[in-house]
């Protein structure tokens, strides 16, 4: 299966801040990558599908950029309620794999 | 307005079966592939599987294949997912997603807590 890997594993940033978060895949999988946020007792959130694409709702602050296997979601200016769990998850492969995940903490 | 409203949680025994619930509305249930995703406490996502609720037609991943049963009934927009042997190793979240038509996971279920203990 595909394996995905995020770092870092925790990222400490001061609100304000660009908050930088990597994602690297094990195979291609074209553009068929997904990020998702999950805040402590919530579901997961879809933020970003198609590699690029902005769900519904989802504010301009969050982009992703990236080549290859690798991809980087960027969320431009901290908000509080960013503070969260942030996965990405290849789907052009079966089975789809999520990442580990990476926790955006408050410095 | 989408929503997926999943079974309350559960207190089982090793050995136990269950049968979790996921009850779409505000859309066409029988036209979207739902899947199932469990996060263990304090881990990440596990993707376990997916159905077409109009045809039942089922996928699952390697690593649930033949621990878990996935199936819909159309006619009650409901989704579910169950076990016929519980192990403690079975405790975690269960999540029901629906996929969109970009293959993305666009509404997610509350979750189901599932605490499998002697």
């Known amino acids: 299966e595909t394996v995905m890997t995020q770092s870092p594993d925790t990222l400490s940033v001061s609100p304000g801040e660009r908050a930088t978060l990597t994602c690297r895949a094990s195979q291609k999988f074209g553009s068929n990558l997904a990020w998702y946020q999950q805040k402590p007792g919530q579901a997961p959130r879809l933020l970003i599908y198609g590699a690029s694409t902005r769900a519904t709702g989802i504010p301009a602050r969050f982009s992703v950029s990236g080549s290859g296997t690798e991809r980087t979601l960027t969320i431009s200016s901290l908000q509080s309620e960013d503070f969260a769990v942030y996965y990405c998850?290849?789907?052009?492969?079966?089975?789809?794999?999520f990442g580990q995940g990476t926790k955006v903490e408050i410095k | 307005e989408v929503q997926l409203a999943q079974s309350g949680a559960e207190l089982k025994k090793p050995g136990e079966s269950l049968k979790i619930s996921c009850k779409g509305s505000g859309y066409s249930f029988p036209s979207y592939w739902i899947a199932w995703v469990r996060q263990m406490p304090g881990e990440g996502l596990e993707w376990m599987g997916i159905?077409?609720?109009?045809?039942?037609?089922?996928k699952y991943s390697p690593s649930f294949q033949g621990h878990v049963t996935i199936s819909a009934d159309k006619s009650i927009s409901t989704a579910y997912l169950q076990w016929r042997s519980l192990k403690a190793s079975d405790t975690g979240i269960y999540y029901c997603?629906?996929?969109?038509?970009?293959?993305?996971?666009?509404?997610w279920g509350q979750g189901t807590l599932v605490t499998v203990s002697s």
């Open positions: 997603a629906r996929r969109s038509p970009a293959l993305a996971s666009d509404y």
């Open positions: 159905i077409h609720p109009d045809d039942s037609e089922t």
């Open positions: 998850q290849q789907y052009n492969n079966w089975p789809p794999t």
